[in-house]
């Protein structure tokens, strides 16, 4: 196939594969997050989302089972990136007021990412007429979106103001 051959649902098909690699990354990077955080609630929220990630990870296989596609990850160097900032600020605030609010951070960068590849394939699934995918692929963005508000939230009710004390 010639890269002029090549339409929106091989870009579909690639960017599945490359949200498919970033979750399964994902649910690595969360258990560590959740260890190096001084907050309780912090902690719990990373233990909550890496439950909801392995659910995600589950609804993406479901999508490849749709599209007769084996479920195969694409190195995804956005989310290398993101995550490696975050054991960054692990090694670099170890022990500091700053960790929790410099992790939190991360983890919003990472929900912002998802946030956008979701959307993204969600309205592509709507134009290739994937009814199922648009469905499972929602249920994913609107769980991303909470996990994004619930973080916000407690950046501002307690980590950022304990980082700043």
């Known amino acids: 196939m010639t890269t002029k051959d090549k339409d929106l649902n091989d870009l579909f098909l690639d960017t599945l594969k490359d949200i498919y690699y ?4 994902i649910l690595k990077a969360l258990p560590k997050m959740a260890k190096a955080a001084s907050s309780d609630k912090l902690r719990a929220a990373f233990e909550k989302h890496h ?6 990870v589950e609804r993406l296989e479901q999508i490849f089972e ?3 596609k084996p479920a195969r990850g694409k190195t995804c160097d956005a989310i290398e990136g993101i995550l490696n900032e975050g054991k960054e ?12 609010a410099g992790l939190l951070a991360a983890a ?6 998802e946030i956008s590849r979701y959307g993204t394939l969600k309205q592509w699934a709507m134009q290739l007429g994937m009814e199922d995918a648009v469905r499972l692929l929602d249920e994913t963005l609107q769980q991303e979106k ?5 973080l916000t939230t407690l950046a501002e009710a307690s980590v950022n103001l ?3 004390a």
Not at 22 to 25: G, P, Q
Not at 51 to 56: K, P, R, S, Y
Not at 89 to 100: P, Q, S, T
Not at 108 to 113: D, G, K, L, P, T
Request: glycine share 8%; charged share 35%.
């Open 22 to 25: 970033a979750e399964k990354h």
């Open 51 to 56: 439950d909801e990630t392995e659910g995600q």
């Open 66 to 68: 749709l599209l007769g």
């Open 89 to 100: 600020i692990m090694e670099e605030y170890k022990g500091c007021e700053a960790l929790d």
């Open 108 to 113: 919003q960068a990472v929900e912002h990412y």
């Open 146 to 150: 909470k996990t994004d508000v619930a």
């Open 162 to 164: 304990a980082a700043a």
